[in-house]
C-alpha cells in the first residue's frame, strides 16, 4: 500500500520540481599555432557553471529557490521542467531576510509557459510531527534532476549561523540524503505537499535542513512581487523573547507559549496601536505562537499594508490590539 502510494505521489510531485542552470561567459586560453597572436589566444564562451533546484509556486511562472543559488548577479539562469522544456529566466526577486529567491521564467513570447504545474504547499496551521516520513526531490550533486531520496523530519525549529545576512531559523531537520544541487528543491510530506525548501546540509554528517514553506507564506510572498515590485516583509517594532521553560521560571510567567516583549520601539506599528513593554503576544488572528507556529512565521504571512490582529496578556488582563503592519525602510 505505501509502495504504490510513494510511487504515485513521487510521479507527481516531480511534476512542480525545476532544475536552475547557471551560465556565465568564460575566458579560455588556446594555443594558436600560426603566433600571430603570442603562443596563446583568448576566447570567450558561454559555458554551464552550476545546476540547482527550484520549486514552481505558481502557473504565472514564479519559481521558488535559494537565494544562494541565484546570487550571482552576472550570470545567466535558465529552467528545465521534467518535460525537459527550457524557459529563460526574466527577473529574479531576492527576500531581504531569508535564503529565499523568487525567479519569473517566460517563453519566447515573453509570457509565463502554459504547461506549469504548480506544486502543493502546505497551510500554515497543518501539524509537522518528529518521525514524520518526507521526501526531498532536487538536482542531487548538479547531475541527477529530480533525484528522490527519504527520510524523517529529526527536528523542527532548528536554527544556523551561515551567514549573517539571512536569517536560518525555524529549520526542520531531516535525514533525507541531500547532496549540492538539491539546494532550493522542496522537502515533501508523502502525500506530497511540499513543507520546506531544501537550504543547507552539515558536511559530513548527513544531515539537511529545510525552511519551512506553508501556502500562506507562498501567497503573501508573491502578492508582495506583484504589489510592490519586490519581496517586502513587514515590521512591527518590537524586540522580544519566545517564552520557554527558562523564561517562564525566571519572570514567574504563568504561559508556556507566546513572546515576551523586552522594547516596543516607538512611533513604530506595535506602539502606535497600544502594545507595551512586559506584554506577552499569545496569538496572531487566533492562531497560537507556540513551536509550531513561531512569531515570525506567522508575520512573514503578511506583507505592508496588512492589519494583523494579537492577542496579549498584560499582566492578569487578555487584550486585543489590531496593528497596521508597516514597511522595513532598510
Known amino acids: 500500500m505505501l509502495q504504490s502510494s510513494l510511487v504515485a505521489t513521487i510521479a507527481s510531485a516531480t511534476k512542480s520540481v525545476v532544475s536552475i542552470t547557471i551560465s556565465k561567459d568564460v575566458k579560455f586560453y588556446v594555443d594558436d599555432p600560426s603566433q600571430m597572436n603570442g603562443p596563446w589566444n583568448?576566447?570567450?564562451?558561454?559555458?554551464?557553471?552550476?545546476?540547482?533546484?527550484?520549486?514552481?509556486?505558481?502557473?504565472?511562472?514564479?519559481?521558488?529557490?535559494?537565494?544562494?543559488?541565484?546570487?550571482?548577479?552576472?550570470?545567466?539562469?535558465?529552467?528545465?521542467?521534467?518535460?525537459?522544456?527550457?524557459?529563460?529566466?526574466?527577473?529574479?526577486?531576492?527576500?531581504?531576510?531569508?535564503?529565499?529567491?523568487?525567479?519569473?521564467?517566460?517563453?519566447?513570447?515573453?509570457?509565463?509557459?502554459?504547461?506549469?504545474?504548480?506544486?502543493?504547499?502546505?497551510?500554515l496551521d497543518t501539524q509537522i510531527d518528529v518521525g514524520q516520513f518526507v521526501l526531498a526531490i532536487g538536482n542531487s550533486l548538479s547531475s541527477y534532476s529530480n533525484n528522490v531520496t527519504m527520510g524523517i523530519i529529526w527536528g523542527k525549529n532548528k536554527q544556523l549561523t551561515i551567514n549573517k545576512n539571512n536569517l536560518y531559523i525555524w529549520l526542520y531537520q531531516t535525514d533525507a540524503l541531500v547532496n549540492p544541487g538539491?539546494?532550493?528543491?522542496?522537502?515533501?510530506?508523502?502525500?506530497?505537499?511540499?513543507?520546506?525548501?531544501?537550504?543547507?546540509?552539515?558536511?559530513?554528517?548527513?544531515?539537511?535542513?529545510?525552511?519551512?514553506?506553508?501556502?500562506?507564506?507562498?501567497?503573501?510572498?508573491?502578492?508582495?512581487?506583484?504589489?510592490?515590485?519586490?519581496?517586502?516583509?513587514?515590521?512591527?517594532?518590537?524586540?522580544?523573547?519566545?517564552?520557554?521553560?527558562?523564561?517562564?521560571?525566571?519572570?514567574?510567567?504563568?504561559?508556556?507559549?507566546?513572546?515576551?516583549?523586552?522594547?516596543?520601539?516607538?512611533?513604530?506599528?506595535?506602539?502606535?496601536?497600544?502594545?507595551?513593554?512586559?506584554d506577552i503576544i499569545l496569538a496572531i488572528n487566533k492562531k497560537p505562537i507556540n513551536t509550531q507556529l513561531p512569531f515570525l512565521y506567522q508575520l512573514y504571512t503578511y506583507i505592508p499594508g496588512d492589519t494583523m490582529s494579537v492577542d496579549i496578556l498584560r499582566g492578569n488582563e487578555n487584550l486585543t490590539f489590531n496593528i497596521f503592519l508597516g514597511w522595513n525602510t532598510q
Open 42 to 123: 583568448i576566447t570567450q564562451q558561454t559555458a554551464k557553471v552550476g545546476w540547482w533546484s527550484g520549486i514552481i509556486a505558481s502557473k504565472q511562472g514564479y519559481i521558488i529557490t535559494n537565494k544562494h543559488v541565484v546570487q550571482d548577479t552576472t550570470a545567466k539562469y535558465s529552467v528545465t521542467l521534467y518535460n525537459g522544456k527550457i524557459y529563460n529566466v526574466d527577473k529574479i526577486w531576492f527576500d531581504d531576510l531569508l535564503d529565499l529567491a523568487i525567479l519569473k521564467i517566460v517563453d519566447s513570447e515573453w509570457k509565463a509557459p502554459t504547461d506549469l504545474i504548480p506544486a502543493s504547499f502546505l497551510s
Open 182 to 278: 538539491n539546494s532550493g528543491g522542496p522537502l515533501i510530506d508523502i502525500n506530497g505537499n511540499v513543507l520546506g525548501i531544501t537550504t543547507a546540509i552539515t558536511e559530513g554528517q548527513w544531515i539537511a535542513f529545510a525552511l519551512p514553506i506553508s501556502k500562506e507564506f507562498i501567497t503573501s510572498t508573491l502578492k508582495s512581487i506583484e504589489n510592490f515590485g519586490k519581496i517586502s516583509r513587514p515590521i512591527i517594532g518590537i524586540q522580544y523573547i519566545d517564552i520557554t521553560p527558562a523564561i517562564k521560571q525566571e519572570n514567574k510567567l504563568t504561559i508556556d507559549n507566546g513572546i515576551y516583549l523586552k522594547d516596543v520601539l516607538a512611533d513604530l506599528p506595535a506602539s502606535q496601536a497600544g502594545l507595551k513593554i512586559w
